[in-house]
């Protein structure tokens, strides 16, 4: 009995991880990061602030292209950043203020390869949410860098609508 348990518990284990094993991967460069238009950090070191930002925005990229076939690799160059709000100084103390005049915007290159490295797709991108703060349904709401996740995805699923594997 013990055994049987172990082998459904190993056989479901394997499942569910198998998709992420086979799953595309992605790659992203900082290009010139020092000016982008809206990367500032508020009260937070300029540099902490920029690399926690700039990790999870690769952590967002990487599960993205986790949806595509597998072998594939999504390369983006990023070349500018345009945080959603803008940080304003109010004393000592610098704070990112939200507003509908604040968008996100971002550029970048992207390359999809196939596993032998030939670009299969690649485009000059701008995307931008003008109407960020009208959607009702921000499912990254509770998290850092919400709209800008939420821009990317619509993004994606836009420029890999037929690629898409799973969700």
């Known amino acids: 009995m013990k055994q ?3 082998i459904v518990t190993l056989l479901i284990s394997t499942l569910l991880l198998t998709p992420s094993v086979f799953a595309a991967s992605s790659e992203v ?3 010139d990061y020092k ?3 809206d990367i500032n950090e508020g009260n937070e070191g300029r540099k902490q602030f920029r690399e926690r930002t700039f990790k999870s925005i690769e952590k967002h990229f990487a599960k993205l292209a986790a949806t595509l076939p597998a072998d594939q690799i999504l ?5 500018d950043v345009d945080l959603a709000g803008d940080t304003l100084a109010g004393g000592i103390n610098r704070t990112r203020i939200i507003k509908h005049m604040y968008s996100p915007r971002m550029n970048f290159s992207y390359q999809l390869l196939d596993a032998n490295g030939t670009v299969m797709q690649s485009e000059d991108v701008v995307v931008k949410d003008m109407s960020f703060m009208s959607g009702s349904n921000l499912k990254y709401r ?18 890999f609508k037929e690629l898409i594997i799973s969700k």
């Open 4 to 6: 049987s348990i172990y």
């Open 29 to 31: 460069t900082w290009t």
């Open 35 to 37: 000016s982008y238009r």
């Open 75 to 79: 390369k983006i160059d990023v070349t």
């Open 142 to 159: 509770n998290e850092s860098l919400g709209y800008e996740k939420k821009m990317l995805d619509d993004w994606f699923e836009k420029t």
